[in-house]
C-alpha cells in the first residue's frame, strides 16, 4: 500500500468575507521557530490594503446599526467556533511562537475567553462611558458613545493570537470594522482566524485580515483617508512615529504601541480609544410652579 501525501494548506487573505490570493501573486516563506519552513503566506499589497478599506466601509453601516446586543450575539458565536477548532489553533500558535503544547494551549484557551469577555461588554460600554449630564436650564443633556468608524490594526508582532484578539476583539465589539494586519513573521493563525470568522456570523468586511509586510501594507493605511483610526500595536518606534504623521493628514484616531501582558484581564480602554462621544441637547419644556415639567 503506497504512502499518502499530505495536503498542504493554502493560506489565504480574508477581505470583505472572501479569501483572495493577494493581486499581486507574491508570497513569502513562513517559518516556525526553528527556522522550519511551515507555509508560503501571501504578501500583500498597497492595493489589497485599499481593497481591504472599501470592503471595511462597506460593511460599517450594517455592524455599527445592529444591537449592541446582537454584536455580543456575533462575537460569542466567533468563540463557540474557535472553541471547536482548538486543536488547530494550539499547534499554529505552537510553531509560531516557538512554545511547547502546553504553553499553547494555555494561550488559546486564553484566547477564546477574551473573546468572551469582550462579547460581555458590547452592550455595557454604553452604560460605563455614556449617561445624562447636569445642565443649568430646562434640557436633557445626554452624551452616547458610537463607534468612529473604520480602524486599521497592526497586530501585535510576538503575540500572535491572544494579542491579536486583544487587539481585534475591542474594535468590532464597539461597532467598528477593522482591517488587520497580521504579525509579520507569524501570520498564520490571524489567517486561519479569517477562516473561523467567516464561519461565525460575522458579516463580511467587518474584519478584513492581511498578510506580509508590515510597513508595507501600514503605510498606505495611515494615509488613506477613508481610515478612521489606527491600532500601532505591531509597529516599531521608528515605524509608528513615520505613521502618526500620515496619520494626521484627516486627524485619525492613533493608540501608540504599549507594553501589555496579554494574559491580564484587560480593561476598557482598548474599546474607548476608537469611541467618538455623541451629545444631544433637548428641552424638557417648561417648568411648572412646582418645578415639575410634563
Do not use: C
Not at 477548532?85 to 477564546?112: C, H, M, N, P
Not at 477562516?195 to 492581511?210: F, I, K, M, Q
Not at 513615520?242 to 482598548?270: C, H, S, W
Request: proline share 5%.
Amino acid at each position: 500500500m503506497s504512502d499518502r501525501l499530505s495536503v498542504f494548506k493554502t493560506y489565504k487573505l480574508y477581505v470583505g468575507g472572501k479569501f483572495p490570493r493577494s493581486e499581486s501573486g507574491r508570497v513569502y516563506e513562513v517559518t516556525d521557530a526553528k527556522g522550519n519552513w511551515l507555509a508560503n503566506a501571501p504578501l500583500s499589497s498597497r492595493k489589497d490594503a485599499r481593497d481591504a478599506v472599501v470592503a471595511a466601509r462597506k460593511a460599517f453601516g450594517g455592524w455599527s446599526g445592529a444591537t449592541a446586543y446582537n454584536r455580543g450575539q456575533v462575537l460569542y458565536r466567533v468563540a463557540e467556533m474557535l472553541e471547536g477548532r482548538k486543536e488547530q489553533f494550539v499547534r499554529e500558535v505552537a510553531d509560531a511562537e516557538g512554545l511547547s503544547k502546553a504553553k499553547a494551549a494555555a494561550v488559546v484557551d486564553a484566547t477564546i475567553d477574551r473573546w468572551v469577555w469582550y462579547a460581555g461588554w458590547t452592550d455595557k460600554i454604553a452604560q460605563v462611558i455614556g449617561g445624562a449630564n447636569p445642565v443649568a436650564g430646562p434640557y436633557f443633556n445626554l452624551s452616547s458613545p458610537e463607534p468612529t468608524g473604520v480602524v486599521a490594526v497592526l497586530a501585535p508582532q510576538e503575540s500572535s493570537f491572544l494579542g491579536l484578539v486583544s487587539a481585534v476583539a475591542p474594535v468590532i465589539a464597539t461597532g467598528n470594522t477593522a482591517v488587520v494586519i497580521a504579525s509579520e513573521k507569524a501570520p498564520l493563525p490571524a489567517l486561519s482566524l479569517g477562516e473561523v470568522l467567516a464561519t461565525s456570523d460575522v458579516p463580511g468586511g467587518v474584519v478584513n485580515v492581511l498578510s506580509g509586510r508590515t510597513a508595507e501594507i501600514a503605510a498606505p493605511l495611515a494615509a488613506h483617508q477613508d481610515v478612521n483610526a489606527i491600532d500601532l500595536a505591531g509597529a516599531d518606534e521608528a515605524l509608528a512615529k513615520e505613521l502618526e504623521i500620515a496619520a494626521a493628514d484627516n486627524l485619525k484616531r492613533v493608540l501608540r504601541p504599549q507594553a501589555v501582558d496579554y494574559f491580564e484581564t484587560p480593561g476598557i480602554e482598548r474599546m474607548t480609544a476608537f469611541l467618538e462621544t455623541k451629545t444631544v441637547w433637548h428641552p424638557t419644556g417648561s417648568l411648572g410652579a412646582s418645578g415639575s415639567s410634563y
